[in-house]
C-alpha cells in the first residue's frame, strides 16, 4: 500500500478527481431508496485524506468551490430571497431556522458547562454540526487557538450525515405527497363563449373574472384567429384559447364562460401558428416581457416561457433569462423575424458573461472582508457569505445597464455542481487526519455530544415545520438545508423532492443564518464566565 500512498501524495489534483469519481461512485449506491449522493464525495475524501495526508489540495480549492457554488444560488434566486423577506412565508420559515440555529447554540454552551468541555471545543461543535466555514474562520479568529478546529472535523460529517438521514427517515415514515404540478406544466383549453352576461364586454373584463392563474392568449371570431385583445368585443361563439397550470382551473374558468369547443381554434393556423424560440440575444435577456418591441406586421402574443423544466405562465413584469424557452402565437410570416429577434440559439442556454461573473464574484469577496464594528465584541466580517449576499442582489437586479448578472439555468447546475464537489473534496481531504486522530482519542465523547448539539438543530425545524405549521415537506427540507448550510444536504434534498422550494428556502434562509452564526462564535466568547 506504501506505493499507492506515494502515488496519491505525489499528484495531489489527480488524487483529487479521483476523490469525486469514487465519491459519486459510492454516491449512487441504493439502499432501499436511501444514498448519500453528492455527500458522498465528502466522506470519500475523509478516508483519502487519512491515507494520504500529503495528498491534499490547497485550500485555495475549497474556497474556490464554496465561492462558485454560493454565487451561483445567490444568483439564480436573489429575486426569491428578498421578496421572501417581506412575504409572510418567508418570515416564517426564517424564524423556524432561527429556532433551530439558536437551540443548536444553547446545547453547545450547556455541553461545555456540563460535560466540562472547553468552549472552544462546544463552539467548533456547534460551527461543524451546522457545517458553517465561515463560522469556523470566525470562531478561530475569536479563540486564538486551534480548538474550534477539532470540535468541528468530529463534527463535520454529523452535520452532513445527519440532516440527511433524518429527512430520509422523515420522509420514509411520513410519505409526504410531494406537489409537482404547480409551474411545472401548462394546460390548454378552448372553450366557446356561451354565457349571456359576458356578451357586449371587453375581453379584458371576462379576463377579470376568470381564476388568477388562467390566462386567455388568443380568440377566434368571424371565422379567423387573433391575439387576445383586451379591448375586444365578446360575441356569442367566440372562442378563446385558455392556458393554465392546472386543468382545474381551466374547469373553473370554462364553467363561468361556456362549453369546451376543442380544435375550433388550434385547427386552424392560418392566422395563427405556435412557435417557440430560446432567448439568447443580449437585447432580450435581462428585460420584462412588457417592454420588448416585437417585430412583424401582425399582432403576437407571447403565451408561455419554459425555464429549465418548468413551465411559466408570462406575466409583463417578467425578466427573460438566457435559454429561455419562449412561446408565441404568431403569423407564420413572422417566425424568421420572431427567430431573429430573441435569437434563438441552443448555445444561449451554456453562454453566460464571465465580466459579471468576474465583477460580481470581486465584489462579494470584498463584501465579505469588510469588518463591521459591533458594539461589545468588536469586529466581524461576513466571509465567504459575502459572495452569496452580493450575488443575491446582483439576482435581483437582474441587469444594470447593459450588463446581465443571471446566468443560464444549464451553465447554473455546471457552476453550482462543479464547485459544490471540489469543496466538498478539499475539506473532507484536509480534515482527514485531524479527524481520524481526534476519533482515536476522545473521539467517542466527541461524537456523542457533535450528535447532541445536531439533533437541537435539526428536530426544532422539523417540529415546528411539520407539526405546528404544517409546512410541505419539500419546503421543511429547503429549511433544514438552509440552516444546515451545506451543500450536500441541499443537493439530497432536491434529490428526494423534485421541486424547486428546497433551492427556494434555501435561498431565502441560508445567507442570515450564517450571519447568525458568525454573530453567535463572535460574542459568546466575550460573554463566557
Not at 479568529?141 to 440527511?164: C, E
Not at 380568440?219 to 393554465?244: I, Q, Y
Not at 417566425?335 to 453562454?351: P, Q, V, W
Not at 457552476?415 to 479527524?435: D, E, I, W, Y
Request: aromatic share 8%; glycine share 12%; charged share 15%.
Amino acid at each position: 500500500m506504501d506505493w499507492m500512498k506515494e502515488l496519491l501524495e505525489q499528484q495531489p489534483l489527480m488524487t483529487l478527481f479521483l476523490t469525486v469519481a469514487i465519491g459519486y461512485l459510492v454516491g449512487e449506491i441504493n439502499i432501499k431508496g436511501f444514498s448519500l449522493g453528492v455527500g458522498a464525495v465528502l466522506f470519500v475524501a475523509l478516508a483519502i485524506g487519512w491515507f494520504a495526508p500529503k495528498a491534499v489540495p490547497a485550500p485555495m480549492v475549497g474556497t474556490l468551490g464554496l465561492a462558485l457554488f454560493l454565487y451561483a444560488v445567490g444568483v439564480q434566486y436573489g429575486k426569491q430571497f428578498f421578496q421572501g423577506l417581506t412575504s409572510s412565508a418567508g418570515q416564517k420559515a426564517n424564524l423556524i431556522a432561527l429556532a433551530g440555529v439558536a437551540m443548536a447554540g444553547v446545547a453547545s454552551l450547556l455541553i461545555a458547562r456540563m460535560a466540562d468541555l472547553e468552549l472552544g471545543y462546544a463552539i467548533g461543535l456547534f460551527a461543524g454540526s451546522s457545517t458553517s466555514t465561515p463560522a469556523l474562520q470566525a470562531a478561530l479568529a475569536t479563540m486564538g487557538n486551534d480548538d474550534p478546529a477539532v470540535g468541528y472535523s468530529v463534527s463535520y460529517p454529523f452535520g452532513v450525515a445527519g440532516p440527511i438521514l433524518l429527512l430520509y427517515f422523515t420522509f420514509l415514515f411520513l410519505k409526504p405527497k410531494i406537489d409537482t404540478s404547480a409551474g411545472s406544466g401548462m394546460e390548454m383549453l378552448e372553450v366557446a363563449i356561451r354565457n349571456q352576461d359576458h356578451f357586449g364586454r371587453t375581453l379584458g373584463e371576462v379576463m377579470s373574472t376568470l381564476p388568477p392563474e388562467v390566462k386567455i392568449v388568443a380568440l377566434r371570431t368571424g371565422h379567423h384567429n387573433e391575439p387576445a385583445a383586451h379591448g375586444h368585443f365578446v360575441a356569442e361563439n367566440d372562442v378563446v384559447l385558455l392556458v393554465a397550470p392546472r386543468k382545474e382551473s381551466l374547469e373553473m374558468a370554462r364553467q363561468g364562460l361556456g362549453e369546451a369547443a376543442p380544435g375550433r381554434l388550434l385547427k386552424d393556423r392560418s392566422d395563427l401558428d405556435y412557435i417557440r424560440v430560446f432567448a439568447s440575444r443580449a437585447n432580450v435577456v435581462g428585460k420584462p416581457i412588457g417592454d420588448l418591441i416585437l417585430p412583424g406586421d401582425r399582432a403576437v402574443v407571447i403565451a408561455q416561457v419554459r425555464r429549465g423544466d418548468t413551465n411559466i405562465l408570462p406575466r409583463p413584469d417578467m425578466v427573460l433569462e438566457f435559454g429561455d424557452r419562449v412561446g408565441m402565437l404568431a403569423h407564420r410570416n413572422d417566425f424568421a423575424a420572431l427567430r431573429h429577434y430573441f435569437g434563438d440559439s441552443i448555445k444561449g442556454t451554456a453562454e453566460f458573461s464571465y465580466i459579471s461573473i468576474g465583477l460580481g464574484m470581486a465584489l462579494g469577496f470584498v463584501l465579505g472582508a469588510i469588518q463591521f464594528p459591533l458594539p461589545g465584541v468588536g469586529k466581524l466580517s461576513i466571509g465567504l457569505a459575502g459572495v452569496l449576499v452580493m450575488a443575491l442582489i446582483l439576482g435581483n437586479l437582474r441587469r444594470t445597464g447593459g450588463l446581465n448578472w443571471t446566468i443560464p439555468l444549464s451553465a447554473n447546475l455546471v457552476l453550482r455542481n462543479l464547485g459544490l464537489t471540489l469543496f466538498l473534496a478539499q475539506v473532507g481531504m484536509s480534515s482527514g487526519p485531524k479527524f481520524a486522530a481526534t476519533v482515536a482519542g476522545n473521539g467517542l465523547q466527541m461524537l456523542v455530544l457533535g450528535a447532541i448539539v445536531l439533533a437541537a438543530l435539526i428536530i426544532p425545524i422539523m417540529v415546528l415545520g411539520l407539526l405546528v405549521f404544517k409546512l410541505p415537506y419539500d419546503e421543511v427540507a429547503g429549511i433544514v438545508s438552509g440552516a444546515c448550510g451545506n451543500p450536500a444536504v441541499l443537493a439530497y434534498s432536491n434529490k428526494l423532492t423534485p421541486t424547486d422550494r428546497p433551492d427556494l428556502a434555501y435561498a431565502m434562509i441560508f445567507p442570515g443564518m450564517t450571519i447568525v452564526k458568525i454573530l453567535f462564535v463572535d460574542i459568546v466568547p466575550a460573554l463566557w464566565r
